[in-house]
């Protein structure tokens, strides 16, 4: 009951950051109610999607403070084993989810305990080892389809439910709403668990946290393994939302860089930083590129806006844009 208790308790948020999220929600609740084109929706459902791969990353990475560059890996053993079970042995995405997240889990078990012996740096290599490891496995794997990956056949008439296929996004926009919903409650109640103050004594100081008493390197395993069950648990989606999955789409280094430059940006170790960050760099990222990749002699000019925008936020305030807010709050007292 206490853990359910604190999930809801956002209590200790400035009133002015609570107003901002109530007509944030009231906007995403009324999106698709509103004119807007496919590919706006498209946006959005982007937006929720690396939202919530923020908010995994950020479990780990700002809390914690270890710098995950491999989550991708976790976002394609989601996806590829929805896809597989959907595929093979007809199993709904309902059933098929918590199977991906588990397994998913269980692979950060397996290589966590080893990763998390090393530090900084070397912990950002091996992340990114792993991860290209194992999408170089699902390449030449002939059971998930090799290099071309799996599409997923249509199951009976739309809207389906159980194997999550319809012919309208909002659907699929409601629903991943409702998850980003549940994944910013679960974040808030582990702000205010005992792993999430263990996670951030950590971060402060590790020896400290050590001569306290904390299990450092089971704690981080812990945070690893459900930040991982986010990340898996959107990658199921993903795979009945785009219907075909390949490893370079859901297992690519450019993904996991994108979802710790996305959590990073925004405000890493805050409750809305993942948030932000997506607010920010998902639209960016299909207008600009839209807009400015498709004109004759622009072509790579969107990315180059794109990294200068960053840099010029990163160069203001290593905190990200909600490092900005509060220094500017802290001024005004």
């Known amino acids: 009951m206490e853990a359910i208790k604190n999930a809801f308790d956002f209590g200790d948020l400035p009133r002015s950051e609570l107003g901002l999220a109530a007509a ?12 807007h084109s496919s590919f706006g929706m498209a946006t959005m459902i982007q937006f929720l999607m690396f ?4 908010m995994g990353w950020n479990l780990i990475g700002g809390y914690g403070g270890q710098v995950d560059l491999g989550k991708a890996q976790y976002v394609g053993i989601g996806a590829y084993t929805t896809a597989v079970m959907m595929i093979r042995w007809d199993v709904p995405f309902w ?18 305990y080893p990763l998390f012996r090393l530090k900084g740096h ?9 991860s ?6 699902f390449e030449v ?9 799996l599409e997923i056949p249509l199951k009976g008439d739309f809207p389906n439910w159980l194997y999550l296929q319809f012919r309208e996004d909002y659907y699929y926009y409601y629903i991943l709403l409702v998850m980003f919903l549940l994944g910013l409650v679960y974040m808030n109640g582990f702000r205010h668990s005992r792993l999430g103050y263990q996670l951030r004594a950590i971060k402060d ?18 945070a690893y393994a459900t930040a991982t069950a986010y990340v898996a648990m959107v990658g199921s989606f993903h795979a009945c939302y785009n219907f075909n999955i390949e490893p370079e789409d859901t297992m690519s280094l450019d993904l996991s860089v994108l979802i710790a430059l996305m959590a990073m940006l925004g405000g890493a170790g805050s409750i809305w930083g993942p948030i932000i960050g997506a607010a920010i760099l998902v639209p960016m990222k299909n207008y600009l590129g839209s807009w400015l990749g498709g004109q004759a002699g622009l072509a790579g000019m969107d990315l180059a806006l794109y990294g200068l925008i960053i840099m010029v936020i990163a160069a203001a305030q290593p905190r990200g844009v909600y490092g900005i807010v509060e220094a500017m709050r802290a001024r005004r007292r």
């Open 132 to 137: 290209l490891v194992l999408k170089d496995l």
């Open 205 to 222: 100081n590790e020896h400290v946290a050590r001569s306290l008493g904390i299990d450092v390197h089971w704690s981080k395993i812990k």
């Open 51 to 54: 939202s919530l791969y923020g």
């Open 122 to 130: 070397y912990f950002a290599i091996a992340t990114i080892a792993t």
């Open 24 to 35: 944030a929600l009231a906007f995403l609740l009324w999106f698709p109610a509103m004119p």
């Open 95 to 112: 059933f098929s989810m918590p199977v991906g997240m588990g397994l998913a889990v269980c692979w950060s078990f397996i290589i966590g």
């Open 141 to 149: 794997w002939d059971f998930v389809g090799g290099a071309r990956g």
